[in-house]
């Protein structure tokens, strides 16, 4: 099994007083003191990432590690850091504020970390769907939430061919005693399109998918699992 790091997510706060939140605080100070020669801290600017760095209490010797990612810089820094993820670093991803790859050029980084088999992760973030949409690398500059879906077998169907019609990411919701019987009707409806699933979401049994809903169903029959279910953006024609 080839040992490959992990990019993580930290979300920040929105505004300039509040600190960071304790596990993430923790995360990226057991990377300086104890992981410092394999661990990459980006930022999406860097006099912005030094300030809230600094106001957090984080060391300021890591500020010379700092690796500016943001629209400017993708194009060059993202072989780069896959390169040095698939070389064991981890790496450690903080926008000016907010949930990094949610409607920012990390989720650029975060798709081509599931091309790569590189494992996704998060600090603790608040809202479980949010998360979910920048987990995923799904392109969302818009998408729809379509909350909890019906449960009546033919109310089911329905919402879910409609739901499929969508050109954009539509979010979908559901029970977990339903994961299956999802996959099962999703793969009834279509079997080309790929879904992402994102499951047990801040907990030590957090766990990521994505594929056709034939290959999720495989890898998750009988399974009940508290999740979130994103569909991949249809492509444009040409």
């Not at 505004?15 to 410092?36: P, R």
């Not at 020669?37 to 890591?62: D, T, Y």
Request: include cysteine; glycine fraction near 6%; charged fraction near 25%.
């Amino acid at each position: 099994m080839k040992n490959y790091g992990k990019l993580v997510l930290i979300p920040t706060p929105i505004d300039n007083h509040s600190g960071l939140e304790t596990t993430a605080l923790n995360i990226l100070l057991n990377a300086f003191n104890n992981d410092l020669e394999q661990s990459i801290f980006a930022v999406e600017e860097l006099k912005e990432g030094r300030r809230r760095w600094l106001r957090f209490g984080l060391p300021r010797e890591a500020i010379e590690k700092f690796v500016l990612y943001n629209e400017h810089t993708r194009g060059k820094e993202s072989s780069s850091l896959i390169a040095k993820l698939q070389q064991g670093w981890n790496v450690y991803i903080m926008s000016d504020c907010g949930l990094p790859a949610f409607c920012d050029p990390g989720r650029e980084l975060v798709a081509l970390c599931h091309q790569n088999k590189i494992t996704v992760t998060a600090t603790p973030f608040a809202s479980s769907v949010t998360l979910a949409v920048a987990l995923s690398g799904f392109e969302h500059s818009r998408f729809v939430f379509e909350g909890f879906i019906p449960r009546e077998r033919g109310d089911r169907i329905s919402a879910l061919k409609r739901i499929l019609k969508e050109k954009v990411s539509s979010i979908i919701l559901d029970t977990p005693y339903r994961l299956e019987k999802l996959l099962s009707e999703l793969c009834e409806i279509n079997s080309s399109r790929r879904f992402f699933i994102a499951m047990d979401l801040n907990q030590e049994t957090e766990e990521l998918q994505l594929g056709t809903a034939s290959q999720l169903l495989k890898k998750l029959k009988k399974q009940k699992r508290e999740f979130i279910l994103l569909t991949e953006p249809l492509k444009e024609k040409k």
